[in-house]
């Protein structure tokens, strides 16, 4: 009889890999603007990506991957889907028996009658749940990238070196950080001596000028300093309502902040790291899936991603004949899906369903979506339950997308609301 072996877990300290003392926060309330439409109706961190998942799965999955079984979920606007999904998808990983936990809090108003103001503020408003868990490291996570990531090098970089604070950084192009992420100044020894929030112009690594640190967003406190400094926060007369705008700019310099590099150590793959607040940069992450050797691999079993999926039958394909000069491509198909068209450099949710004679390239389609008979999406995004009629195209003409009340991103991608219904090219398009 053969022996069972379990998969070798990633080579760490002994006291590294006991996370019972650790509290992850995961961010998951902002209004996520950037990535409408499909954030109309539901929170950035529950928008499907990659035909199977919800984008928050990713971050789950690392904390459980990184056996960091306590988690405190903070939700905020249009979250009823979000917390129905982490309840469904995720509570059977956390057994209160083996002291594991998974809660979501929304705005509890202890402190005040207020939302949440920002992501310092969500955290210092949850200050009760963070004392009661006996925590000594916070680890705060934005539930809206999609990465792999063991959690536990840096947990173990910030008890070797120090400090009040670690933010983990990636290495990344100056002109893609611009405007978009913020930006770290390390000395030789990994201490943080500058941040600076977004800038136009990031100041560039010194021996790479084409590349700088950028924040993951992505910090590790000790929890003493991190209530005491919230609390200090809250009753000045400048409350710092953010990490990055407020509390990393106010601590640096005064107290010992490390930056840790991310790698992908430990994750079976390379450092792949994406923040999907755009429509632009969500559409390239799930082409990025379907690459001859994808960075992010979800496939890869040394790091699994894991989420909730309907009980549906195997997706069906048809076996559709692609000129010789147009070459392969390759799909993501979810259950539940039949497949009589042509389908190219897609992403397909669950339960859809795409007629003979219908073309679908270069889109993702969320679930329950169905393009029928003549039909054509081109380098689009169509949220659930949208219908393309017979003969209509979405995607070639980015002008006719707009006059129907599509979003048009400015990397040309074309967005069609949940629930549209659209008639031929000549006819109007409908919304029901």
Same mark, same amino acid.
Request: glycine share 8%; aromatic share 8%.
């Given at each position: ?13 002994? &006291? ?6 650790? #509290? ?32 928050? &799965?990713?971050? #789950? ?81 934005? /539930? ?69 640190? /950028? $924040? ?9 300093? #991190? ?17 990055? $705008? ?91 899906? #039949?497949?009589?068209? $042509? ?90």
């Amino acid at each position: 009889m053969p022996r069972l072996t379990r998969r070798a877990e990633p080579s760490l300290p002994e &006291d590294a890999k006991t996370m019972d003392n650790v #509290l992850a926060i995961l961010l998951a309330g902002g209004k996520g603007t950037r990535l409408e439409p499909f954030t109309r109706d539901r929170a950035k961190p529950d928008v499907p990506f990659g035909a199977a998942y919800r984008i928050i &799965d990713f971050a #789950l999955s690392n904390c459980v991957n990184s056996r960091l079984m306590r988690g405190l979920v903070l939700t905020q606007y249009k979250s009823l889907s979000l917390e129905s999904h982490v309840t469904r998808a995720w509570a059977r990983f956390y057994h209160p028996e083996f002291g594991h936990s998974l809660e979501i809090a929304s705005p509890q108003q202890r402190v005040s009658d207020d939302w949440y103001l920002g992501t310092a503020n969500a955290v210092y408003q949850n200050l009760y749940s963070i004392e009661k868990s006996g925590a000594d490291n916070i680890l705060v996570l934005a /539930a809206d990238h999609v990465y792999k990531m063991d959690y536990r090098p840096m947990l173990e970089f910030h008890r070797r070196h120090g400090g009040v604070a670690t933010v983990a950084a990636v290495k990344c192009a100056v002109a893609e950080a611009a405007g978009q992420f913020g930006v770290l100044h390390v000395d030789a020894a990994s201490h943080v001596v500058d941040f600076q929030e977004k800038p136009a112009r990031p100041a560039p690594l010194p021996d790479e000028e084409d590349y700088c640190l /950028a $924040s993951m967003g992505i910090y590790v406190f000790s929890a003493a300093f #991190l209530t005491a400094e919230l609390r200090r926060s809250a009753e000045s007369a400048d409350p710092a309502h953010d990490f990055g $705008s407020h509390v990393l700019p106010r601590i640096i310099g005064r107290d010992a902040v490390h930056a840790f590099l991310y790698s992908g150590q430990g994750t079976g793959a390379p450092g792949y790291w994406r923040d999907v607040g755009t429509v632009d940069a969500y559409f390239q992450a799930n082409m990025d899936l379907l690459e001859e050797r994808p960075a992010l691999n979800v496939y890869d079993r040394t790091w699994p991603i894991y989420s909730a999926q309907p009980n549906s039958p195997p997706p069906r394909l048809a076996v559709v004949p692609v000129p010789a000069r147009e070459g392969l491509r390759h799909n993501l198909v979810a259950n539940g899906t #039949l497949v009589d068209g $042509s389908v190219r450099g897609s992403v397909v949710g669950f339960d859809c369903r795409i007629a003979s004679g219908a073309l679908v390239e270069d889109s993702i389609l969320f679930n329950g979506v169905s393009v029928e008979s003549g039909a054509e999406v081109r380098r689009a995004v169509l949220d659930e339950g949208v219908v393309v009629r017979r003969g209509a195209q979405i995607g070639l003409d980015q002008e006719q997308d707009r006059q129907s009340g599509f979003v048009v991103s400015e990397g040309g991608v074309t967005c069609v609301p949940a629930g549209t219904v659209t008639e031929s090219v000549e006819d109007t398009p409908a919304r029901r």
